[in-house]
């Protein structure tokens, strides 16, 4: 099911923000319950708190583009997450034992007003919703994910960035006690990630605090981890603890140890492969055959317009 969405015309820098409709109907949750409606089923959205359960209804939300979304066991069952383990079918049991509630998050740097919050209270403040979004890794596979979640710039309009706030960098928690991964001296932990200013206040750029209704497992980033669609999954970091708004282009992990394979804006991008595979093709999880990839991983109408002027081929 393919619905109207915005023109990108009509995004301009200072209005670039999408009502929660608008949002809900660019990103698919109408979809879903609309077609859950003609089911005479009643939509779920993420008011049962608590573990994730597999309601049945569940598996009739499509993402916008009309893919269904992915099993929760295969979201959960199937991880990137170094800190516990290279292995991504390891990485679920390796996590069962890591709390992540509570869980607190520290916002500072060039802002007025910053600040340490608990999940808990961000999810007060903020009313996390459902957001059905695609995820693209940069090994070549796909899952479509209903997060539970909200937009990082309603965050950061309460801490103001100041006026020299050009980039936020984020990290990952450093504890090797609870990231055995992190003894692993090859890789320069934290784990950190960054965006330019005006990517952080994109509205689909997210802070997802659970998945199918439910809390967000361990292994998928809990307590609060950042989902930028329309990037490569690495640029998802995980489990964060800091979030800082600075005035230089932060380093990130991956780019530091391999620059010439993953660059800072990491944007999905079909006609740029990496330097060891092929990027216009991807397997989506579950399935078998590879489904071509989409520039901006789908969300071109919504965000190319960041990148105007901007060459595509250099600023991988
Ligand atoms: N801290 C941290 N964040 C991370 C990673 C990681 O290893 N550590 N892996 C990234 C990669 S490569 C991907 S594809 C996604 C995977 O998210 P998922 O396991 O929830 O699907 O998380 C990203 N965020
Ligand atoms: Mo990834």
């Known amino acids: 099911m393919i619905l109207p969405k915005i023109p ?15 949002f809900i109907k660019s990103t698919g949750l109408l979809a879903g319950s609309m077609l859950l409606s003609a089911c005479g089923i009643s939509s779920t959205s993420q008011t049962n708190p608590g573990a994730p359960t597999s309601n049945p209804s569940i ?54 007003n910053p600040g340490t919050y608990s999940v808990d209270d961000l999810e007060k403040r903020f009313k996390p919703e459902e957001r059905i979004m695609r995820l693209r890794c940069v090994e070549a596979w796909s ?24 980039y936020v960098r984020f990290e990952t928690l450093y504890d090797p006690e609870v990231f055995p991964g992190q003894f692993d001296r090859r890789y320069p932990w934290p784990y950190q990630e960054g965006l330019r200013i005006d990517e ?68 999905v991008n079909p006609e740029v492969d990496h330097p060891r595979w092929s990027q216009s093709t991807e397997r989506r999880i579950g399935g078998f055959e590879r489904i071509p990839t989409l520039p901006f991983n789908g969300y071109a109408d919504q965000v190319a317009s960041l990148y105007q002027g901007m060459d595509l081929q250099k600023n991988y």
């Open 59 to 112: 598996s009739l939300k499509t993402d916008e583009l009309g893919s269904p979304v992915n099993k929760l066991e295969e979201i959960a069952g199937y991880n990137n997450f170094y800190e516990f383990s290279t292995d991504k079918e390891s990485v679920a049991k390796l996590a069962s034992g890591f709390s992540t509630n509570p869980w607190l998050v520290e916002v500072f740097g060039k802002v007025n």
């Open 8 to 22: 990108s015309s009509e995004i301009t820098p200072k209005s670039s923000y999408l009502n929660r409709r608008d």
């Open 200 to 267: 952080a206040m994109h509205p689909l750029t997210t802070l997802a605090t659970g998945l199918y209704g439910g809390e967000l497992p361990a292994q998928n980033g809990g307590g609060i981890r950042l989902v930028v669609p329309w990037k490569y999954g690495f640029k998802s970091i995980k489990s964060i603890t800091r979030i800082e708004l600075v005035d230089y282009q932060p380093s990130t992990l991956w780019s530091s140890i391999a620059p010439n394979e993953y660059g800072f804006f990491a944007n």
């Open 143 to 166: 899952m479509v994910i209903p997060w539970v979640g909200f937009s990082l710039a309603d965050l950061l309009s309460v801490v103001e960035p100041t006026s020299d706030a050009a």
